[in-house]
Structures are given as C-alpha cells and as structure tokens.
C-alpha cells in the first residue's frame, strides 16, 4: 500500500480532488461488486465534502456507510459524528436507512465496540476509508499512549478510555480494520494540522502512522489531501 501525497493550490482544488476520490472507488466497487462500502470521518474538515456529495450525482441505493469512530454520547447528541454525517450528508440523500450503520456508543464503549465489531464480521475489506489528523496524530479516535490496535488479532473496533479530548469514552475501528481497505483517504486542512503533517512525514511513531497494510494484498493505495494551510514549509508531496 503507497502512500501519496496532494496539495491543493485552493478551496476548490481541495474539494474537487476529494469528490473525485470518492467517485473513482465508487465506480470501481458497483462495478466488481455491486455494492459500495464507504467509511466516514468525524470533525469539521469532512463535513464540507460530505455537503457536496449532497449535491453531487452518486448510486446512493448501493452505499453502504460505516464511521471510524464515534462519541460516548446520546444518539441524538449534536457532538457525535453520525448527527453530523446525517445533517451534512445522509439525510439529504436516497442511501437506505438500513445501508447506515451506526455505532451504538450510548451503550458505553465496551458495550458498542463489541456490537460494531461483531457486525463488521460480515464485511471483508472496506471500499473507500475517509480519515482526519489531529493536531497530536491521532486519526479517528486512535490517540498517542493507548492501543491502536495495529495487528490482525485486534479486535475490529476499540473500547477507548481516557481519551485526551471529551468526551473520554469513546469507539473507534482499529488500526489494521481501518486499513483494511482498497482505498483511504486523509482529508487534511488548516495551518494547525502543519506540525503533525511534518512529524509524519518524518516518520514519527504517531497513531497515523498505524494506518498501513500489513499485507499488500490488503490494500491499494493511502492519500494524504492537504491545503496550503496543513503543507509544512519544504515537505515532500
């Protein structure tokens, strides 16, 4: 699995390398499957493409939607990543209700990774894996100092405890479930992501980082889409 790096010169550039990405794995998977298996992000970064998507023509009847990660909190919870993907995206489109699959984090991290991971025993490998950074090099809700989950006997989705940013509990997919995947793409903006973006391509042990294929028939190929903003000065895309 490579890795690749894009700069987008603006905005737009940004945003319409993004959709791309999406409408390429899309067609590749209705085509050898039938079925599109895509994972969505948390955070603010994401919610603008999943707003174009919305606008955007797509087989919405042969999506099927999964989350990295999701928050401890009530459903109905604004901070909670699937309230989000339901306002920006999800509700706006034809995708079946029963096509969504949503973490149940209001039972308690234990309780929800358990139930995702046993309903993840079904899927195979992901077609389109979306990711963000955060300003430490945590991806989904795989922070510095806890498991990432990093090898095939990980369980598919993590209990997360203690985490550095509320609410503390947590469930995120693990390292190697993320990876598993034909594509992934980090969606990566703002001039606070710089220092991460440069430890990372420096090689830093970062949770990130934990995003790999362990076995190259796994995968295809991890993108990194930076703005201007995320680009440190003198890196290699």
Known sequence: MGLKWHVAAAAGDWLGHALQCVARAERAALAARGEFHIVLAGGSTPRALYAA???APHDWSRWQVWFGDERCLPPDDPARNSVMAQQALLARVAIPASAVHVIAAELGAGIGARRYARE???????DLVLLGLGEDGHTASLFPGHDWGEHAD???ALAVHDAPKPPPARVSLS???????RNVLFLVAGRDKRDAVARWQRGERLPVTAIRAPDSAWGGDI???LDTDACPTGATT
Do not use: N
């Open 175 to 181: 390292a190697w479930r993320l990876a598993r995947a």
């Open 154 to 156: 990980a369980p598919a």
């Open 223 to 225: 993108e990194v889409l």
């Open 120 to 126: 993840l025993a079904g899927v195979d490998m992901f």
């Open 53 to 55: 998507l919305a606008g």
